[in-house]
Nanobody, 124 residues
Framework: QVHLVESGGGLVQAGGSLRLSCAAN????????MGWFRQTPGKEREFVAA????????LYADAVKGRFTISRNDAKDTVYLQMDSLSPEDTAVYYC?????????????????WGQGTQVTVSS
């Protein structure tokens, strides 16, 4: 069982930056492809970014491409989401997820483990 804990959310003004972290409870994160998703009330959880188990491949949703960067530090069992040039449309609860496969997946149903989420609020 992999337990994921997100942190780093908060309130930021438009144009600002935040860095989200996702820490695992055991030293197995290198075996998993990792993803970040976000969700707002009344909407489905949407893909934000993902990184392969080796870190060699990344993928971003069009809405965040060029502004967000996903990275991983397997020595620390942590995945990061650097978010720059934030806009109010980025306001959501952000979740990290782990997939046992090595390759990137964008569908939430493919992921095996989820964190509890962290709130990101961007004020205008």
């Amino acid at each position: 069982q992999v337990h994921l804990v997100e942190s780093g959310g908060g309130l930021v003004q438009a144009g600002g930056s935040l860095r989200l972290s996702c820490a695992a409870n055991r030293r197995t994160l290198s075996n998993y492809a990792m993803g970040w998703f976000r969700q707002t009330p009344g909407k489905e959880r949407e893909f934000v970014a993902a990184i392969s188990s080796t870190g060699s491949s990344t993928l971003y949703a069009d809405a965040v491409k060029g502004r967000f960067t996903i990275s991983r530090n397997d020595a620390k069992d942590t995945v990061y989401l650097q978010m720059d040039s934030l806009s109010p449309e980025d306001t959501a609860v952000y979740y990290c997820a782990a997939d046992r496969g090595a390759s990137i997946v964008v569908t939430p149903g493919h992921y095996d483990y989820w964190g509890q989420g962290t709130q990101v609020t961007v004020s205008s």
